[in-house]
């Protein structure tokens, strides 16, 4: 077994370097946060779904003390009633609450909550390099496609909970590979689980981020084998063999379910998890053995081991605790866990394929042969360390394969035991940079590992041909002939909106499918998902004698107000309008009679 030696910082280290690599690499981190920030700032306008939901929770929370959404996305009811905040961990709403009381105006609250998150997402950055020790080019690059790769620059120019996400589980990482690079530390196992807590209270997919410590917290008969035992040989093939045959069943069987009238059973989502957790057991048991040694000999002797049963629960505690705390807040005061997402009711086949296909897409290219040749690429690089890397090298490179296998994981399983799949670009972003750092890690151990100059030159150069040719990299020049913060037209349209001082007596107002409206209502926004509603009389005027005075909102461009403007004409339905050129939208109320 290869003796580890305790490790020191490099004079490769980024911070060990040499003044030009630190130069290089804050002067274009400096560049690269601008051009993030003034993207945000163009793109200001541009609220989608959930942000808007995060920003009306946060705004509700500090005006009222409750957290709760104007929004009907959930229930779709379309009774005068807000909605209860229980759809996502209430991290994101409660980080911007505080920016609400400073600032008090809510946008300027959004906007400087951002650009903070933004600049720190890149000092994490910088740091996870540093402890990566990846040098100064491997961290342009990571920086560069941080920047400029369309999942990232779409999660980076809105205020959702990804940016926020990004920090907190960059955070845990580095902490934690800090524990294999330097040995044991009270400090860093503290940050480690600090960060891993937060990261799960912003994100339930946060409790991949177990996916750090698995290396570190094998159980205590890993520890007494050598990896060149037979016995473990043995079971590292075993645990190999058999993830393999049940995974290339799973195939199979999708395949079946593809062609045939064939209905893909739960049961094959349990094969696909048991066939994953064998080939993970497989493929790090030799690793896992040489973390735990490594981290004994660089510093944790003795102490790590009498410590290992606790750490073990208090990184399970960090990972699952919050999620844990929240479903059981919903079920307890809610009844149910969550509304829409419908988290085991029921199994969504599709999700079978289409995660791993969605995550090759926004990482790859669209051609099959292109993403075939660079996901195989990809993945021997991910996986370099574990072949040719030292026990340090190794354990490292596990951690981030394991953390990077996890978010995989549980975006996978997600979407299998949920009602709709989450497979767009924005909510795999922590996916694909977990991916990221795995490949620019991998790159850095071949280099460091290879004496041939001209070699080591190619390696530094593939992650820029990468970013060069890959189709989801956006560089966006015409955002730079802009200026101006872009605010929602929607805020201008409720300024108008509320000068009409009988709508502030309104109990509800009906929209399109916008969730933006709700950030400026003041009153419960009931979004039309049945637009056959519009085309009928009877039930257009039960919608009227609902609550108190409602009024409905709509594009003046769109299906709704072609719809309802037809059965005025039809019908002769008594109402009236007011509508908004400048801002394109059209507001209809029933007279007083």
């Not at 077994?1 to 690499?25: F, H, N, Q």
């Not at 750090?212 to 890993?222: D, G, I, K, Q, S």
């Not at 009409?500 to 009153?523: A, C, E, P």
Request: with cysteine; proline share 5%; hydrophobic share 50%.
């Amino acid at each position: 077994m290869e003796t580890a030696e305790p490790l020191k910082a490099t004079s490769s280290s980024l911070m060990k370097s040499a003044v030009p690599g630190k130069i290089l690499v804050l002067l274009f981190a400096l560049a690269a946060c601008a051009w993030t920030t003034h993207n945000w700032l163009v793109n200001f306008n541009n609220v989608s779904n959930d942000p808007a939901c995060y920003i009306d929770a946060a705004e509700n929370l500090v005006h009222t003390g409750k957290l709760f959404d104007y929004g009907n996305w959930v229930s779709r009811t379309e009774a005068p009633v807000v909605e209860p905040y229980t759809e996502w961990p209430p991290g994101t709403p409660l980080f911007l609450a505080p920016f609400i009381l400073v600032f008090h105006d809510t946008m300027l609250a959004v906007i400087i909550a951002q650009c903070l998150l933004i600049f720190l997402s890149y000092a994490a950055l910088v740091m996870m390099a540093d402890a990566l020790d990846l040098g100064a080019v491997l961290t342009v690059a990571l920086l560069a496609a941080f920047t400029f790769i369309d999942p990232f620059r779409i999660a980076n120019a809105q205020y959702g909970s990804e940016t926020l996400f990004f920090i907190l589980s960059l955070g845990a990482g580095c902490s934690a590979v800090k524990l294999v690079r330097d040995g044991y530390s009270k400090k860093h196992w503290i940050m480690s689980l600090v960060f891993t807590f937060l990261a799960s209270s912003v994100r339930f997919t946060g409790v991949a981020n177990i996916g750090w410590f698995m290396p570190l917290l094998a159980p205590r008969f890993v520890l007494r084998r050598s990896p060149d035992d037979p016995t473990t040989k043995l079971i590292t093939r075993a645990f190999f063999a058999a993830g393999l045959l049940i995974l290339g069943g799973s195939v199979w069987i999708d395949a079946i379910g593809f062609f045939l009238p064939y209905r893909i059973h739960f049961m094959h989502f349990i094969l696909l998890i048991m066939g994953t957790g064998a080939f993970i057991v497989g493929l790090g048991f030799v690793p896992g053995i040489e973390a735990r040694n490594h981290i004994e000999e660089v510093g944790g002797g003795t102490s790590w081991t009498s410590r290992i049963n606790r750490m073990r629960i208090l990184a399970l505690a960090a990972a699952f605790g919050p999620a844990v705390i929240w479903f059981a807040r919903n079920k307890m005061i809610y009844g149910m866990m969550t509304r829409s997402h419908g988290l085991f009711t029921e199994f969504n086949p599709q999700g079978i394929v289409e995660a791993p296909i969605m995550l090759c897409f926004y990482l790859l290219q669209d051609p099959i042969v292109h993403q075939t040749v660079l996901f195989l690429l990809i993945t021997l690089l991910a996986f370099m360390p574990l072949m040719i890397g030292g026990s340090k090298e190794r354990t490292i490179g596990l951690m981030l394969v394991m953390a990077t296998l996890f978010q995989v994981g549980t975006m996978w399983g997600s979407s299998l035991l949920a009602t709709f799949a989450y497979l767009n670009g924005r909510l795999l972003s922590p996916t694909i940079l977990l991916a990221v750092l795995s490949v620019l890690y991998g790159l850095a151990v071949l280099y460091k590992s290879n004496g041939q100059r001209r070699l080591r030159y190619l390696l530094l150069v593939l992650p820029f041909l990468f970013l060069a040719t890959n189709r989801h990299v956006n560089f966006k020049t015409s955002d730079l002939l802009s200026w101006k913060v872009n605010y929602p037209r929607e805020m201008y349209l409720w300024r108008e909106v509320h000068k009409m001082k009988w709508t502030l007596g309104s109990s509800q107002v009906y929209t399109d499918l916008n969730y933006r409206h709700q950030m400026f209502t003041g009153i419960p926004q009931k979004i039309y998902w049945y637009r056959g509603i519009l085309r009928d009389p009877a039930l257009l005027r039960k919608l009227f004698s609902e609550g108190r005075r409602p009024f409905l909102v709509f594009p003046v461009r769109s299906r709704e107000n072609e719809m309802i403007r037809e059965t005025i004409r039809r019908y002769e339905f008594r109402v009236d309008s007011v509508e908004y050129p400048e801002l394109g939208y059209v507001l209809y109320y029933e007279p007083p009679r």
